[in-house]
Structure formats: C-alpha cells, structure tokens
C-alpha cells in the first residue's frame, strides 16, 4: 500500500524558500502522477502544481508560476517542490497526493482524480 510523508514546511519570511518533499514508501511512485495541493484556513484546497509520470508535463497554478518548481527524485522515491519568493499568502497546509496511470505525458490539478494522499505539511509565510 502506498504510503505519502510530506516534510519540509515552516516558517519563512517574504521573500525566502522552502522545498517541500513527498516521499513515498510501500510503493514505486514511477508509475504514479503526483500532485501537490495547500488549503489554507477558511479556503478550499487548490492544485498548486502536478507532474507526470514521464516527468515531461509539469502544471502550475497562476499564483505560483514562476516560483515554484515541481520535481520527482525516482532513486528516492520522492517528488519535491521547490518554493521560491514565497509571498504571505503562500501560507497553508500543503498536501501531496498520487495516482496510479498508465498515461505517462498527463498529469492533473484536480484533487479528486488522486487516490493517495499525504497528511499535509503547513508552511507559513510571515515577517
């Protein structure tokens, strides 16, 4: 069974950086596409970035374009995602989340597609 463990959040001032890691264990994630999600208090959860199995096809939400970067490290089981220029509201618990395809050059923003989820890491952003 796939089991997701987010790390690498906390707390950074405007303007600085955090990658966050999603590792996996149970599990190969190369066969799987990799979202990663953040809700933050009183919001809905929204896709931030996604990657496919491939690694060819990457997504990104508006608000991050630009800063962030969404990695997968297969020796390590592990997908990263790279924030720089983080803003105060980048602030929110930052989900990752995988789903098994055969489709290696699609990947997915929306959180429903995804089957397997981590429990969240919370990343605040604040002088």
């Known amino acids: 069974q796939l089991q997701l463990v987010e790390s690498g959040g906390g707390l950074v001032q405007p303007g600085g950086s955090l990658r966050l890691s999603c590792a996996a264990s149970g599990v190969t994630l190369d066969y799987h596409t990799i979202g990663w999600f953040r809700q933050a208090p009183g919001k809905e959860r929204e896709g931030v970035s996604c990657?496919?199995?491939?690694?060819?096809?990457?997504k990104y939400a508006d608000a991050v374009k630009g800063r962030f970067t969404i990695s997968r490290d297969s020796a390590k089981n592990t997908v990263h995602l790279q924030m720089n220029s983080l803003k105060p509201e980048d602030t929110a618990v930052y989900f990752c989340?995988?789903?098994?395809?055969?489709?290696?050059?699609?990947?997915?923003?929306?959180?429903?597609?995804?089957?397997?989820w981590g429990q969240g890491t919370q990343v605040t952003v604040s002088s």
């Open positions: 990657l496919s199995v491939s690694g060819g096809v990457t």
């Open positions: 989340a995988a789903r098994k395809t055969t489709v290696r050059s699609m990947c997915f923003m929306a959180g429903a597609t995804y089957d397997d």
